[in-house]
C-alpha cells in the first residue's frame, strides 16, 4: 500500500496535478499542501484547535486531544521523536503502509535537526520502501512524483 507525505515542499504544475488527482493516500504535515488535496494532516506541536478551525481533513494529533469528541481527529500513541515528518512516518508504518514517497527536502531547519530525521529515518527505512521525491537532505533513494503514482 502507497502513501505519500506531503510538507511545504515546490512541486511543478505538472507533478502537482498529479498529486492532486491521484488516489494514494495522501497525509500533510500541519497546515502545508492544502492545495494538493490531501486525505488527513498530521500534528504533533500543540495547535489542534487551530488545524481543526482551519481545514476540513481527518487530523491525527499526536500529543493533544479536544475536550470535546470529533470524528475527525484520531489520536496517535506513537512516540513523539521530535519532528512532525517522523511521526508521519510512523504512522503510515502502523497502518501498514509499506511505500512512502516524501514530497519534502530536509532542508529547512538546522543541521542537527536534519541530522536527527535522517538517524530516526536511517532506524525505519528498513522496514519499508521510502523515498524523496527529488534530491534533498534525506539519506533515501529519490522517485519523481510520476514515478511513485505510476503516471509516466
Known amino acids: 500500500m502507497k502513501a505519500i507525505i506531503l510538507t511545504y515542499a515546490p512541486v511543478v504544475d505538472s507533478e502537482?496535478?498529479?498529486?492532486?488527482?491521484?488516489?494514494?493516500?495522501?497525509?500533510?504535515?500541519?497546515?502545508?499542501?492544502?492545495?494538493?488535496?490531501?486525505?488527513?494532516?498530521?500534528?504533533?506541536?500543540?495547535?489542534?484547535?487551530?488545524?481543526?478551525?482551519?481545514?476540513?481533513?481527518?487530523?491525527?494529533?499526536?500529543?493533544?486531544?479536544?475536550?470535546?469528541?470529533?470524528?475527525?481527529?484520531?489520536?496517535?500513541?506513537?512516540?513523539?521523536?521530535?519532528?512532525?515528518?517522523?511521526?508521519?512516518?510512523?504512522?503510515?508504518?502502523?497502518?501498514?503502509?509499506?511505500?512512502?514517497?516524501?514530497?519534502?527536502d530536509n532542508k529547512v531547519n538546522h543541521k542537527q535537526f536534519k541530522d536527527l530525521v535522517n538517524t530516526e529515518i536511517d532506524k525505519v527505512k528498513h522496514q519499508v520502501n521510502i523515498y524523496q521525491y527529488s534530491k534533498g537532505n534525506f539519506n533515501l533513494p529519490v522517485k519523481s512524483i510520476s514515478e511513485f503514482c505510476n503516471v509516466l
Open 16 to 104: 502537482k496535478s498529479i498529486l492532486q488527482t491521484t488516489n494514494i493516500f495522501k497525509l500533510a504535515l500541519n497546515q502545508h499542501a492544502e492545495e494538493l488535496k490531501p486525505n488527513a494532516r498530521i500534528i504533533t506541536d500543540y495547535i489542534l484547535p487551530k488545524i481543526y478551525s482551519m481545514f476540513s481533513q481527518k487530523i491525527i494529533s499526536v500529543r493533544e486531544k479536544l475536550r470535546n469528541y470529533s470524528n475527525r481527529i484520531e489520536s496517535f500513541d506513537g512516540e513523539f521523536k521530535g519532528s512532525t515528518i517522523l511521526a508521519g512516518i510512523d504512522y503510515l508504518i502502523s497502518k501498514k503502509y509499506d511505500e512512502i514517497l516524501i514530497v519534502g
